[in-house]
């Protein structure tokens, strides 16, 4: 079964620093796509990022970057100079077919 | 931007009552999707839509949902007997091709149930 875990419920991050929120996820498949979602306090889900499999090169979006580990099944984001902006729950997606499969969200916080 | 429309963004209802969210996809997505978040937690998969009929739906679907799209634009998820439990945040999305490609998400309609 196609499973997406984030082991960490809650990151905090000081503004301008780097933050890495993890993402594992386990699927049979061998050519797929991997998102990044975030839903601020509006709860609007915006896409951030999105990682195509077969591509060996990490995407990056402006400050945020991904980590893919295809042979481990990781695909953990970072997110760069973080602003106050920032924050908010971040979801991990697998599509799987005819629907996506989310984490359960790591909610980051970040300090002034 | 082309972007999904949601509406009602709130609606509060009796137990009991029946409800229609509505959603207007980005016109040339051909995937369409429901999918509800409880607060505080995970966002989950409701149902799939394609070619005017279910692609997959989840054991949250059960018989008391259904989806529909009446004309060429909208997409609309009924809940017939609301439950207090039914109250979350439904999402639409939609999508070009499934298997990979982008879904875009609807800004959601926050249903609570009394």
């Known amino acids: 079964a196609q499973t997406v875990t984030q082991s960490q419920p809650e990151m905090s991050v000081q503004e301008a620093e780097t933050v890495t929120l993890s993402c594992t996820y386990d699927?049979?498949?061998?050519?797929?796509?991997l998102f990044w979602y975030k839903q601020p306090p509006s709860r609007q889900m915006i896409l951030v990022i999105r990682?195509?499999?077969?591509?060996?090169q990490n995407a990056t979006e402006n400050r945020f970057s991904v980590n893919f580990q295809k042979a481990a099944k990781s695909f953990s984001l970072k997110i760069s100079d973080s602003q106050l902006g920032d924050a908010a729950m971040y979801f991990c997606?697998?599509?799987?077919?005819?629907?996506?499969?989310f984490g359960t969200g790591t909610r980051l916080k970040v300090l002034a | 931007e082309p972007e999904v429309t949601q509406t009602p963004s709130h609606q509060v209802t009796q137990m009991g009552q029946e409800v229609i969210l509505r959603c207007v996809p980005i016109?040339?997505?051909?995937?369409f999707y429901w999918y509800r978040q409880i607060l505080g937690q995970k966002v989950e998969f409701l149902v799939s839509?394609?070619?005017?009929?279910?692609?997959?739906k989840s054991e949250i679907f059960d018989d008391q949902f259904s989806v529909e799209r009446p004309d060429g634009s909208n997409f609309t998820l009924k809940i017939r007997s609301t439950k207090l439990e039914d109250s979350a945040m439904y999402f639409c999305?939609?999508?070009?091709?499934?298997?990979?490609?982008?879904?875009?998400f609807g800004e959601g309609s926050w249903l609570t149930v009394v």
């Open positions: 999305a939609s999508s070009e091709i499934t298997d990979g490609n982008t879904i875009y």
């Open positions: 699927t049979s498949e061998s050519d797929y796509y």
């Open positions: 990682q195509e499999a077969y591509k060996q």
């Open positions: 997606a697998y599509p799987g077919t005819y629907k996506y499969i």
């Open positions: 016109s040339n997505h051909l995937y």
């Open positions: 839509f394609y070619n005017n009929e279910i692609s997959e």
